[in-house]
């Protein structure tokens, strides 16, 4: 139930149903009468731009808050806060999220088949995932109407950092998340910040449903990412990339889909910055979905886009084991307006990609690393070409699943998997732990063989 009373015609965004177009009110997440999604729109930027500033301004603004003390310029979220709904300065809950570091990925590239290959590592986030850019904004807006719980359903990350978030502002939090399906070190995060976590005999899609009915009938407001707020702070991490570049374009831009909303966000904010004069073209945004959990990829390829096609998901990838997103039509958008394309991956070209960024000394959770391996694909099949620019959003970081790392060094990962005799390509990428004497010798012996 919706707290009542909120006013939309004072701030300077508001909510507009991505199907009929209708306005609504600031705390709903579907339309009520196409039960489409909504989306943030900013009608004041039409006649005075953003904050009534230029894009030259605001660059320059964005720029130099980074030097300052005050915790919202300090947040790489709120830095850019002229783009973001309104929320008052005492309302905002942050941890210090965003200004996430691009690195090069030299060796990653060779192997992909391109000459420059760069990652933004939203798993450089406080609570290790993209999750916080989004929560931080939805979080305060949730804090600022009132609302003392939030929820969520989950595959780890969005409940870790929500946890985070309602406990740093005060609010009451509860988390519904599969049953046996996510990573220890998630769910662990989730109790750590004190929420109320139940683990439900179902699968994600099962959580989302059982959790939509509870937000109907109690006051409690939902921070899955089919909350709008969520997407306008995910919207950041676009901003900081093209601030990276001195706001020249990739050519490509390559995220992981589960419920589609990270897609989404990145496709609204470089739409956004053609709308607004900082760029004058769009990179092309492709989602890699693992070939277990591949709706978008089937709803693409087997209805044009029509409709969509949910499925019963399976991967090891945990964090996008997702049957039934909520954010497709969003993300369609953006993969045709941005003229992207869509790939699916393998469980072993998952955890081939994961131990090449590993190699590389950053490191990612499983459903970060299939966008490294949906880059090889779309080489493979000339979708991208070799001199092209192409920037992989690796989403979640490398201690986030530290299960599957073991596994996989151990060669364990694929034991007893359907896919175990493909598996030994991984071979030359597995370095498991070794057991020896406390011994000089034994130690300087290994070296000299490891030098070979
Ligand atoms: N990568 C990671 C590490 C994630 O945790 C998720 C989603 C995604 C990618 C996919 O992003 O859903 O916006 O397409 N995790 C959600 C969760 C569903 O509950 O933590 P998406």
């Given at each position: 139930m919706a707290e009542p009373g909120i006013q939309s015609d004072r701030s300077v965004s508001q909510l507009r149903c991505i199907g009929c177009g209708q306005i609504a009110l600031p705390d709903r997440f579907r339309c009520e009468h196409c039960r489409d999604l909504l989306e943030i729109i900013f009608p004041s930027w039409e006649d005075r731009g953003p904050g009534g500033l230029s894009s030259v301004a605001l660059r320059n603004l964005w720029r130099d808050?980074?030097?300052?003390?005050d915790p919202a310029d300090q947040s790489g979220v709120w830095r850019f806060r002229e783009i973001l709904p309104e929320i008052a300065k005492e309302q905002i809950i942050t941890i210090r999220e965003g200004n996430t570091p691009v690195y090069q990925l030299p060796h990653c590239a060779t192997s992909a088949g391109v000459k420059q290959l760069y990652a933004k590592h939203q798993g450089m986030n406080p609570t290790g995932s993209f999750k916080d850019t989004g929560m931080t904004v939805a979080a305060s807006f949730a804090r600022q109407a009132g609302y003392k719980w939030v929820a969520c359903a989950s595959t780890g990350n969005t409940s870790a950092s929500m946890a985070a978030y309602a406990a740093r502002g005060g609010l009451y939090s509860l988390v519904l998340i599969p049953d046996g399906k996510i990573s220890w070190s998630k769910l662990s995060q989730s109790l750590d910040c004190g929420a109320i976590t139940c683990q439900l005999k179902t699968d994600f899609d099962g959580c989302v449903r059982v959790l939509n009915e509870v937000v109907q009938r109690m006051p409690v407001y939902l921070l899955n990412s089919v909350n709008p707020y969520r997407v306008e702070g995910q919207k950041t991490a676009a901003f900081e990339l093209l601030e990276h570049f001195g706001w020249e374009p990739p050519d490509h831009i390559i995220v992981p889909g589960g419920n589609l909303a990270n897609s989404s966000a990145i496709g609204k904010a470089l739409r956004e910055m053609k709308q607004l004069g900082f760029i004058s073209r769009l990179p092309k945004i492709s989602v890699i979905q693992a070939e277990g959990a591949n709706p978008l990829v089937r709803t693409i390829r087997e209805t044009g886009g029509e409709n969509l096609v949910p499925v019963h998901a399976d991967t090891m990838a945990t964090a996008i084991r997702i049957g039934n997103p909520a954010s497709w039509k969003k993300a369609l958008r953006v993969i045709r307006e941005s003229e992207g394309t869509v790939e699916q991956v393998s469980e072993i070209e998952i955890a081939l990609a994961k131990a090449e960024i590993g190699a590389e000394g950053i490191g990612c959770e499983p459903a970060s690393a299939v966008t490294l391996a949906g880059l090889k694909k779309l080489v493979m099949k000339g979708f991208v070409k070799p001199n092209e620019s192409v920037v992989l959003v690796l989403t979640g970081h490398v201690l986030k699943d530290s299960e599957y790392t073991l596994k996989f060094h151990r060669g364990d990962l694929f034991a007893e998997a359907p896919f175990e005799k493909e598996s030994h390509v991984l071979k030359p990428q597995q370095r498991a732990p070794l057991s020896l004497e406390p011994n000089v010798e034994a130690v300087i012996e290994l070296l000299r063989s490891a030098e070979k």
């Open positions: 808050r980074r030097s300052s003390l």
